[in-house]
């Protein structure tokens, strides 16, 4: 799934036992498969996506598209 700027800012937080007292503005990505688990973050220079997976067993946990200037 690819999210888009309106999706990002209507995230929440569903890390389990988050009490949400430490993140204001920020929303961590982790994979609900490994929520412990650190995650890798790659850009894909021909789609323009970026990708944050699982590091213990690869399952996409994002996909963020990026905007081009000349579009803002």
């Known amino acids: 799934m690819t999210l888009y700027l309106d999706d ?3 995230l929440q ?4 036992g988050c009490d949400h007292t430490s993140h204001d503005s920020e929303i961590y990505f982790h994979g ?4 412990d688990s650190p995650t890798w973050t790659l850009f894909n220079r021909v789609s323009g ?3 944050v997976e ?4 690869g399952k996409q946990v994002a996909c963020i598209a990026v905007k081009d200037k000349k579009d803002a």
């Open 54 to 57: 699982c590091a213990t067993c």
């Open 49 to 51: 996506e970026i990708f």
């Open 32 to 35: 609900r498969c490994h929520p």
């Open 8 to 10: 990002l800012e209507n």
């Open 13 to 16: 937080c569903d890390y389990p």
